[in-house]
């Protein structure tokens, strides 16, 4: 009997920290070994040269996820993972949302059964909180945390989930006592309403008037004002779908100045612009997402943070609804645009995506592209087996062809959708294989894996964000209740 169940030889071995041609050696699921050459095998995968690399982590998904207005995403975690898994990812993190008046435990249960029995790749959850009880803060947060469950994500926007200025304090201070990440959709709710109420009067109601209507400024202040509430309580915090040039410039500034502060952008947000909601007929309700498509400029200077290294990952938010009377226009096909489903579909054009328009483009390293994809979310999630090729870690691999010339294609993207945003763009680079623990899940433009196989991933707590950040002297209670602030 050979050592090994699978040795991936020939291939081009890609981390976040390095390019060496070797060979990968699997056991039971695991990187058993790593070298020059490795021999034996009672599977032997020709790379021929291919790029192999971590699998993809797809860290922000909506799979299997009722809207607050009760829409249900087109994807479920059969044809979630599936597309993922054609996309190069071989892990994903989709959200279990808890609606007002659940309970935590009701929303997990929920989910474990939409995804055990369907999924083909590992999943683990992050939680959506969107009703911070005392009993939720209190009791069942950390039940959530120690199953395995330690992202909280939460809405700064919407009436029926924004929790508030006062729940995002309590939340954040929950998750930095137990060592859980925070994740927050940063808009202000007011500005988005009022400037929905001036359009609305002014007959304003095509889907053009959507990006009007969410403005940059909104962004802006509410990343500045989660971040403050976040250092207030020196809680890390992950800001989700960063869309524009202030909020990105934000991010950066805090970064450097050492916040606990770690942050996404989207493929959308890089290769689409709001013209793209004014194109002809009802067309433009495909391109409605929240946070809002941008400008040129915007879409550009995104691109110099994602190379400047402001983001810790290009993640999808795929939150799919098809192009009918179930998704997009459950509120009539002359629905206004707030009354239109909110997202778009991108987990199997994610990647392909970023390979094309940033290695191949030159616009980052292969290395970013293996942090951006993979390897950052592993770290700043808690996935501790997942997002590198290392002896010990999860065989979860990634076999790209980066020459293959495509044109995307809806019927590539493998998902239970009718269009996909990026139809027609030309791209560079494909994943062929992906393997998780050891068992490919897709080979030869064929899905080889069995519905269910995929495991949950119960998460560690965040090792990046263990370390202090900013300490703002009045919430040391020791000292500044006695106020003995410091001079
Ligand atoms: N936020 C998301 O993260 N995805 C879809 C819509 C939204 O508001
Ligand atoms: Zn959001
Ligand atoms: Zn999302």
Redesign the pocket.
């Known amino acids: 009997m050979s050592e090994f169940d699978t040795v991936i030889h020939g291939g081009t071995l890609v981390t976040a920290a390095e390019t060496f041609a070797g060979d990968i050696a699997i056991r039971d699921g695991r990187i058993a070994a790593i070298a020059e050459r490795i021999e034996g095998g009672a599977r032997r995968l020709d790379a021929g040269g291919r790029l192999v690399m971590p699998g993809g982590i797809e860290a ?1 998904c ?1 799979i299997a996820q009722e809207s607050s207005s009760g829409v249900l995403s087109a994807d479920d975690y059969y044809t979630g993972s599936v597309s993922a898994a054609f996309g190069g990812n071989a892990c994903f993190v989709p959200f279990a949302a808890q609606h007002r008046g659940q309970t935590i435990a009701e929303v997990i249960e929920t989910y474990d059964g939409r995804a055990a029995p369907n999924s083909v790749l590992d999943y683990s959850y992050h939680l959506i909180v969107s009703d911070p009880t005392p009993t939720v803060l209190r009791d069942e947060l950390p039940r959530a945390f120690e199953r395995g469950i330690t992202s909280f994500k939460v ?1 700064m926007t ?1 009436d029926l989930m924004n929790v508030g200025d006062a729940g995002l304090l309590d939340i954040l201070t929950v998750a930095k006592t137990h060592g859980a990440l925070t994740m927050v ?1 940063a808009e202000n709710n007011d500005m988005v309403k009022w400037m929905n109420a001036r359009l609305a009067a002014a007959g304003a109601i095509e889907p053009k008037y959507h990006a009007v209507s969410r403005p940059e400024l909104a962004e802006e202040e509410a990343i500045h004002r989660a971040v403050c509430l976040a250092k207030l309580v020196d809680a890390p915090l992950f800001v ?2 960063v869309s524009t040039r202030g909020g990105a410039a934000i991010v950066a500034r805090e970064r450097a100045s050492g916040t606990r502060l770690f942050s996404e952008t989207c493929p959308q947000y890089l290769a689409l612009t709001r013209a793209d909601l004014d194109r002809p007929g009802r067309e433009g309700a495909k391109y409605i ?2 946070p809002p498509l941008r400008d040129e400029a915007t879409r550009e200077a995104l691109w110099d943070h994602v190379a400047a290294g402001t983001f810790d990952s290009v993640s999808s ?1 795929h ?1 799919p609804y098809r192009f009918d009377e179930g998704g997009k226009f459950l509120n009539g096909l002359d629905a206004p645009y707030p009354k239109i489903a ?2 778009m579909p991108g987990i199997a054009a994610r990647l392909p995506y970023l390979f094309s328009e940033g290695v191949a483009e030159g616009r980052i390293t292969l290395q970013q592209f293996v942090a951006l994809s993979s390897s950052n979310a592993a770290r700043v999630f808690g996935l501790d087996t997942k997002g590198s090729l290392m002896p010990g870690f999860d065989a979860d691999i990634a076999i790209w062809n980066p020459e293959t010339r495509r044109t995307m294609r809806l019927e590539d993207q493998h998902d239970a959708m009718d269009y996909t945003p990026f139809e027609g763009m030309e791209l560079t680079g494909v994943p062929e294989t992906v393997i998780n623990r050891g068992e490919i899940v897709v080979a030869d433009g064929e899905l080889k894996a069995k519905r269910g196989r995929g495991r949950f991933v119960a998460r560690k707590p965040s090792g990046r964000s263990a370390a202090r950040g900013h300490v703002a002297p009045e919430f040391a209670a020791a000292r500044a209740y006695g106020t003995e602030i410091a001079p």
């Open positions: 922000h909506h809405f919407y959709h989700v779908h997402c929240s938010d939150a909110n997202g």
